[in-house]
T-cell receptor, first 115, second 114 residues
Framework: GENVEQHPSTLSVQEGDSAVIKCTYS??????FPWYKQELGKRPQLIID?????GEKKDQRIAVTLNKTAKHFSLHITETQPEDSAVYFC??????????????FGKGTLLTVNP | KAGVTQTPRYLIKTRGQQVTLSCSPI?????VSWYQQTPGQGLQFLFE???????NKGNFPGRFSGRQFSNSRSEMNVSTLELGDSALYLC???FGAGNYNEQFFGPGTRLTVL
């Protein structure tokens, strides 16, 4: 089955700096890569996603890049703010005939933005 | 639209007992997935239901089971509880059956097994 590795497990940055979180996946059939943000005590929420036919996607201060050949994808947050502090999860999905997708998550990155 | 809801929010059980958790998806959503979240293992997929049928299953023992009703509400059952089952159980709903449907998570049920 799919295996998703996520690094680093913790990341501390100063407000205004950039943060980068990297994930690798094992199943070349994976074709959808969402990123979720989970604030302390809250539910995970989708912040950005990318499909396998796209190399990069940007939404304001966040962007995701995908390298299908190397089977890795990254989340980039620019101009970080204290409210960006949370756990970020990457995920990969594998299409399955006649079924909804199955999300395999990385183990998460705790991002701390210091004011 | 109301979000995904889960009941109860907190549960304390002892080893050997069984427990049933409930998930109500967003109105109109037909797919419900369940995840176990622990500090060491992160979010692990349990199973997914669509139109009352289990269509995907993760690598959990048979003590973990689920079902979905005709109104798309879903329940998850864990029998013969073990200490290691202590976790946050999250359900997520999505609208359709395609690969790109966003999953919306509920607040979770925090299960503690003593």
């Amino acid at each position: 089955g799919e295996n998703v590795e996520q690094h680093p497990s913790t990341l501390s940055v100063q407000e205004g700096d950039s943060a980068v979180i990297k994930c690798t996946y094992s199943d070349s059939a994976s074709n959808y890569f969402p990123w979720y943000k989970q604030e302390l005590g809250k539910r995970p929420q989708l912040i950005i996603d990318i499909r396998s036919n796209v190399g990069e996607k940007k939404d304001q201060r966040i962007a995701v890049t995908l390298n299908k050949t190397a089977k890795h994808f990254s989340l980039h947050i620019t101009e970080t703010q204290p409210e960006d502090s949370a756990v970020y999860f990457c995920a990969a999905t594998q299409p399955k005939r006649g079924s909804n997708y199955k999300l395999t998550f990385g183990k998460g990155t705790l991002l701390t933005v210091n004011p | 639209k109301a979000g995904v809801t889960q009941t109860p929010r907190y549960l304390i059980k002892t080893r050997g007992q069984q427990v049933t958790l409930s998930c109500s998806p967003i109105s109109g959503h037909r797919s419900v997935s369940w995840y176990q979240q622990t500090p060491g293992q992160g979010l692990q997929f349990l199973f997914e239901y669509f139109s009352e049928t289990q269509r995907n299953k993760g690598n959990f023992p048979g003590r973990f089971s689920g079902r979905q009703f005709s109104n798309s509400r879903s329940e998850m059952n864990v029998s013969t509880l073990e200490l290691g089952d202590s976790a946050l159980y999250l359900c997520a709903s999505s609208f359709g059956a395609g690969n790109y449907n966003e999953q919306f998570f509920g607040p979770g049920t925090r299960l503690t097994v003593l």
